[in-house]
T-cell receptor, first 112, second 116 residues
Framework: GDSVTQMEGPVTLSEEAFLTINCTYT??????LFWYVQYPGEGLQLLLK?????DKGSNKGFEATYRKETTSFHLEKGSVQVSDSAVYFC???????????FGKGNQVVVIP | GAGVSQTPSNKVTEKGKYVELRCDPI?????LYWYRQSLGQGPEFLIY????????DSGLPNDRFFAVRPEGSVSTLKIQRTERGDSAVYLC??????????????FGPGTRLLVL
């Protein structure tokens, strides 16, 4: 069936470093792709989304491009801050009911 | 405006007991989702409501789990004969319900259930 794969393990990096979190999916044709974020002590919230192939979503300095040819939606930020420490989830909605098919998530820790 | 709220925020119960978890969606949102998040995992879909009806309950793990939304607003997730494996954070989300795939789901803070 359809599935989403995020890169393994937590990510620890220094402030102002470049961040990439990989996300790939196996279904042929998710209608949209989302990244959700869970800050410490807070609920899940939408970070950004792309609504069609080649579309780029961006928010808070983060970007992700819906690449149909590589079935990927990698999340990037050029210069992270301590406040970006959170868990990030790649989550495409499934056709029919729009339920979100979450990846396992990546814990990101930014140290000053 | 008010976001999605869930009560209780924490629930501790004993194995075999019955529990109810409540979700108040954003006013006007017709779509409502329940997810379950185990430690170190991403949320897993349980059930989806469009209005009062359960449009997709394929994620419910077994018949001990049941959810209702009688008036198309508040929803209650009910778990009978709880087991230790039911321990998780139960998340509720709501959205406008237009059917468009780019529609944003808004999540509540979750109910942390611990079954002893």
């Amino acid at each position: 069936g359809d599935s989403v794969t995020q890169m393994e393990g937590p990510v620890t990096l220094s402030e102002e470093a470049f961040l990439t979190i990989n996300c790939t999916y196996t279904a042929t044709g998710y209608p949209s792709l989302f990244w959700y974020v869970q800050y410490p002590g807070e609920g899940l919230q939408l970070l950004l989304k792309a609504t069609k192939a080649d579309d780029k979503g961006s928010n808070k300095g983060f970007e992700a491009t819906y690449r149909k040819e590589t079935t990927s939606f990698h999340l990037e930020k050029g210069s992270v801050q301590v406040s970006d420490s959170a868990v990030y989830f790649c989550a495409p909605p499934v056709y029919g009911n729009n339920r979100l098919a979450f990846g396992k998530g990546n814990q990101v820790v930014v140290i000053p | 405006g008010a976001g999605v709220s869930q009560t209780p925020s924490n629930k501790v119960t004993e194995k075999g007991k019955y529990v109810e978890l409540r979700c108040d969606p954003i006013s006007g949102h017709t779509a409502l989702y329940w997810y379950r998040q185990s430690l170190g995992q991403g949320p897993e879909f349980l059930i989806y409501f469009q209005g009062t009806g359960a449009a997709d309950d394929s994620g419910l793990p077994n018949d001990r789990f049941f959810a209702v939304r009688p008036e198309g607003s508040v929803s209650t997730l009910k778990i009978q004969r709880t087991e230790r494996g039911d321990s998780a954070v139960y998340l509720c989300a709501s959205s406008l319900g237009t059917g468009q795939t780019q529609e944003t789901q808004y999540f509540g803070p979750g109910t942390r259930l611990l079954v002893l």
